[in-house]
């Protein structure tokens, strides 16, 4: 019996996370030295203390959910599309996106992320 989550298993953990807005558990899903990206390749944040500070103000957003639309996995790789409801600058409203996971010994080792438009609700 293995001890170690299936990258499918990490990545539904972190997404759980982020839905309870537990920044504790959802930093916890990714590696130490893990990486995010806009896709292709301009780097977000680096390691833990990037990735949580990258990710703190948002989990403060009392709307803050993302509602997975479709996952697909692939070994190592799982590749999720969701809308995402926010507070942005402009108001409420959401986001759509494509976040790409590689899932190492059981911890996100990269992210990378495609931002679709923002739509706000209506006033």
Known sequence: MCDVDTPEQVVQRQLDAYNAHDLDAWVSTYAPDARQFEHPATLLASGHAEIRARAESRFAE???????????????????HEYVSRTFPEGL???????????RAGKI?????VFGART????
């Open 62 to 80: 009392p709307n803050l959910h993302a509602r997975l639309l479709k996952r697909v996995a692939m070994g190592e790789m799982m590749i999720d």
């Open 109 to 113: 080792v990269t992210a990378s992320f």
């Open 93 to 103: 409203g959401r986001i759509e996106l494509v976040c790409m996971y590689e899932v």
């Open 120 to 123: 706000l609700d209506a006033a």
